[in-house]
C-alpha cells in the first residue's frame, strides 16, 4: 500500500509520517519511508538545489522540472520496488505537492502539470493521501530552524498553497483525507493510525 502525507509547510508531516512507520514497524507491516525531493542519491543532489541554494535563479518550469525528476527517481528506484515485495511506502509529499505549489501558488497551468506528472511516475497513484491542515499563520509559528527557499515564499503564496490543497482535497473523491493539524500529536497520530489500519486490515483503497 502506497501512503502519502501531505500539508503545507510546518503542519507536521515528518512527525507523523515517523510516527506511523514506528507503529506500523511494532504491528508487523514491513515499511519503506521516502521524501521528496530526496531518498535517491540524484533526489538528494535536486532537493540541495531547489531548497538550499539560494545563489541560483530558479524559474517556476524548471523548479517544477526539478521536482518531477526526482519524483521520478524515487518512484522508480525506491516506492515501485517496495510496492513490489509487499511493503508498506510511507511518503513525505508526491505530485499533489507540485500541483499545489508549482500549481495554485505558482502559476503553472494545472492540468499540463497533471499530465508530466502521469509521465513521470508512470501513472502511479497513492492509495490514500494524508492531507495534514493548519492556518498558516500557526504553521509558521511552528516551523524550526532557517526556512528553505520555498518556506521562505510570501504569506499570500502559502495561503494559495492551502487553498490549493484544500480544493484538490474537495474534487479528489475521497483519496485525499483532510486532518486537522491543530490537534495535539498524540492525538492525531492515533487518528492517522487507525484509518491506516483499517485500511492495510481491509486491503482496500479509500473512497
Known amino acids: 500500500m502506497f501512503i502519502v502525507m501531505e500539508g503545507g509547510d ?9 510516527l506511523l512507520q514506528q507503529d506500523l514497524q511494532k504491528r508487523g507491516y514491513r515499511v519503506t519511508v521516502c521524501r521528496e525531493p530526496g531518498s535517491t542519491r540524484l533526489g538528494e543532489a535536486i532537493r540541495q538545489i531547489l531548497l538550499h541554494e539560494r545563489s541560483l535563479s530558479i524559474d517556476r518550469m524548471s523548479e517544477l522540472l526539478l521536482f518531477m525528476a526526482a519524483r ?3 518512484t522508480s528506484e525506491v516506492i515501485r520496488p517496495a510496492l513490489a515485495r509487499g511493503e508498506v511506502v510511507l511518503a513525505d509529499r508526491f505530485l499533489l505537492s ?3 505549489y508549482q500549481g495554485y501558488a505558482g502559476g503553472l497551468e494545472i492540468d499540463s502539470l497533471r499530465e508530466i506528472g502521469r509521465i513521470a511516475t508512470g501513472n502511479l497513484q497513492p492509495d490514500l493521501t494524508i492531507l ?6 500557526e504553521a509558521r509559528r511552528r516551523r524550526c530552524g ?3 527557499r520555498l518556506e ?3 504569506a499570500l503564496f502559502h495561503e494559495q498553497v492551502r487553498e490549493g490543497f484544500l480544493a484538490e482535497a474537495c474534487r479528489s473523491e475521497g483519496s485525499i483525507w483532510v486532518v486537522p493539524a491543530s490537534q495535539g500529536v498524540e492525538e ?4 492517522i493510525l ?5 485500511l492495510l486490515k481491509e486491503g482496500s483503497s479509500p473512497g
Open 194 to 198: 487507525t484509518r491506516v489500519e483499517y
Open 98 to 100: 507540485s500541483i499545489v
Open 132 to 137: 495534514l491542515d493548519l492556518p498558516i499563520e
Open 188 to 191: 492525531l497520530h492515533q487518528q
Open 72 to 74: 521520478a527517481q524515487v
Open 152 to 154: 521562505s515564499e510570501s
Open 146 to 148: 532557517e526556512p528553505d
Open 10 to 18: 510546518g503542519v507536521g508531516k515528518s512527525t507523523q509520517l515517523s
